[in-house]
């Protein structure tokens, strides 16, 4: 018998998690190192919905530097050398495993979808998403711009958007109306775009504004102003 036969197929890394429909979810976005917020964040989790296992981490594009992305360069010319040279081996170790886990994107049944950067058209199906290799390298032309709007977009036209959920809605049985996304930001603490696109800002707005997500996943979200301010979106620092 032929030997190769006898190997596994290369293991798949899941990078979609759709969400139950019942429950309540919290969603932030770039937090960027800040130690209060993160606290903050944790108190609000422990309060709201302690769910040991229940955490999902959606990459960000400062965070693919670390796992065969781009390297960004905001707060320093390399930010992925900058970080990781003040790190032994076990924590760079520890540090690239929790990207190489990381989820793409999180879909719920009450009609949100969750991204760092709010995706475009390329995007069609959310199984397509567990293929993508995070290494540039190893991407297709196809994979490679998926993922640019993916990880980067600041937002995407309203027709775009409205064309993007209609595929992912009619591919994965869900009836997805809104994006939640991060990467952006706004003195404000939060933004609607395009009536189907909601920015919650942690990273870049005062402290009394900063922005995060209170979603029932009971609900029914069927567009972007059905999230309310004071309501499902609320002030991290209350």
């Given at each position: 018998?032929?030997s190769?036969?006898?190997?596994?197929?290369?293991?798949?890394?899941?990078?979609?998690?759709?969400?139950?429909?019942?429950?309540?979810?919290?969603?932030?976005?770039?937090v960027?190192g800040?130690?209060?917020?993160?606290?903050?964040?944790?108190?609000?989790?422990?309060?709201?919905?302690?769910?040991?296992?229940?955490?999902h981490?959606?990459?960000?594009?400062?965070?693919?530097?670390?796992?065969?992305?781009?390297?960004t360069?905001?707060f320093?010319a390399?930010?992925?050398?900058?970080l990781e040279?003040?790190?032994?081996?076990a924590q760079?170790?520890?540090?690239?495993?929790?990207?190489?886990?990381?989820?793409?994107?999180a879909?719920?049944?009450?009609?949100?979808l969750?991204?760092?950067?709010?995706?475009?058209?390329?995007?069609?199906?959310?199984?397509?998403?567990?293929?993508?290799?995070?290494?540039?390298?190893?991407?297709?032309l196809?994979?490679?711009?998926?993922?640019?709007?993916?990880?980067?977009?600041?937002?995407?036209?309203?027709?775009?958007?409205?064309?993007?959920?209609?595929?992912?809605?009619?591919?994965?049985?869900?009836?997805?109306?809104v994006?939640?996304?991060?990467?952006?930001?706004?003195?404000?603490?939060?933004f609607?775009?395009?009536?189907?696109?909601?920015c919650?800002?942690?990273?870049?707005?005062?402290?009394?504004?900063?922005r995060?997500?209170r979603?029932d996943?009971?609900?029914?979200?069927?567009d972007?102003?059905?999230?309310?301010?004071?309501?499902?979106?609320?002030?991290?620092?209350?």
């Amino acid at each position: 018998m032929d030997s190769r036969l006898l190997q596994r197929a290369p293991a798949v890394t899941k990078r979609h998690v759709v969400l139950p429909a019942r429950g309540v979810l919290l969603v932030s976005t770039d937090v960027h190192g800040n130690l209060a917020d993160i606290l903050r964040l944790e108190e609000i989790f422990a309060e709201e919905a302690a769910a040991p296992g229940r955490v999902h981490f959606v990459l960000g594009n400062h965070d693919h530097g670390h796992v065969g992305g781009p390297h960004t360069a905001k707060f320093h010319a390399d930010e992925v050398a900058a970080l990781e040279s003040g790190l032994s081996e076990a924590q760079r170790g520890r540090l690239r495993g929790r990207f190489e886990r990381a989820m793409l994107a999180a879909a719920a049944p009450c009609g949100v979808l969750m991204t760092h950067g709010s995706p475009d058209s390329t995007l069609s199906r959310l199984e397509d998403l567990d293929a993508v290799p995070l290494e540039l390298k190893a991407m297709s032309l196809a994979q490679t711009r998926m993922l640019r709007a993916l990880l980067t977009s600041y937002g995407q036209p309203k027709e775009e958007c409205r064309a993007m959920l209609e595929n992912v809605s009619r591919t994965s049985g869900l009836d997805l109306r809104v994006v939640v996304h991060g990467h952006d930001r706004d003195e404000l603490g939060f933004f609607r775009e395009g009536g189907n696109q909601v920015c919650p800002v942690i990273f870049g707005a005062a402290r009394p504004d900063k922005r995060y997500v209170r979603l029932d996943l009971g609900a029914r979200y069927d567009d972007a102003d059905a999230l309310r301010d004071g309501i499902e979106i609320l002030r991290l620092h209350s």
